[in-house]
């Protein structure tokens, strides 16, 4: 894969240096000639010099034959720019842009851009080591409405198979942890004691649904 970014600070020359290791050609750009030394010497990819929503530099990066784009420099407003026209002008189909300001990353998912909201992304990695387990989602979306969270459950729930699980309490268990190994249930596993489940839903929904599994199982 040819594969473009956009900002050549820490997470684009990491970005950088992981994408190449993994046998893909790569082109960074970035308006500060100074950032490409942030590179290792033995980077092959190209370094371009310019402005990342420029057509021209975009052109010289080979974003017409790009297939991913990521657009992380330290704007968000040049951040999402890039995007769009990476994705508009150039017809990349996979494109991200990082931004900063949570509050902006729902409009721009809503332009078709993925997003990674830095700031609340990063809270929520030092609230989960510094709270205790479970009380903060293991991953959101962009916008903040969708979480991915470990629930604790009552021991009465023990025995039940998943799908009576799920109806009782109107959620989608999407993996289990047993003893170390995690494992997408069907509606026939049984939860043992010592399983750790992990729920995708609305963020507003998680008080219901951990108090949907504290209470008693279905069948008791």
């Known amino acids: 894969m040819h594969i473009v970014i956009m900002g050549c600070g820490r997470v684009g020359s990491t970005l950088a ?118 009380t903060e989602p293991l991953w959101r979306d962009p916008t903040g409405k969708i979480v991915l969270a470990e629930v604790a459950f009552s021991p009465h729930w023990i025995g039940e198979q998943v799908k009576s699980i799920e109806a009782s309490t109107m959620t989608r268990i999407v993996f289990v942890d047993r003893l170390g190994q995690a494992f997408v249930p069907d509606g026939g596993t049984v939860l043992q004691e010592g399983d750790v489940i992990h729920v995708v839903a609305r963020e507003d929904d998680m008080d219901r649904i951990a108090a949907a599994f504290a209470g008693p199982g279905g069948g008791h």
Do not use: C
């Open 17 to 134: 240096h992981i994408l190449e290791d993994r046998g893909n050609s790569i082109a960074v750009i970035d308006r500060d000639p100074e950032a490409f030394r942030r590179l290792r010497s033995s980077f092959k990819g190209d370094k371009i010099t310019g402005i990342g929503f420029d057509r021209a530099v975009l052109t010289h990066a080979g974003t017409e034959s790009a297939d991913a784009f990521a657009a992380v420099s330290s704007g968000d407003n040049s951040n999402i720019l890039s995007a769009r026209v990476a994705r508009e002008v150039f017809g990349v189909e996979r494109v991200a842009a990082r931004i900063y300001d949570p509050r902006r990353a729902e409009v721009y998912e809503r332009l078709g851009i993925p997003t990674v909201a830095t700031v609340r992304w990063t809270a929520d990695q030092m609230l989960r080591k510094l709270l205790p387990e479970g």
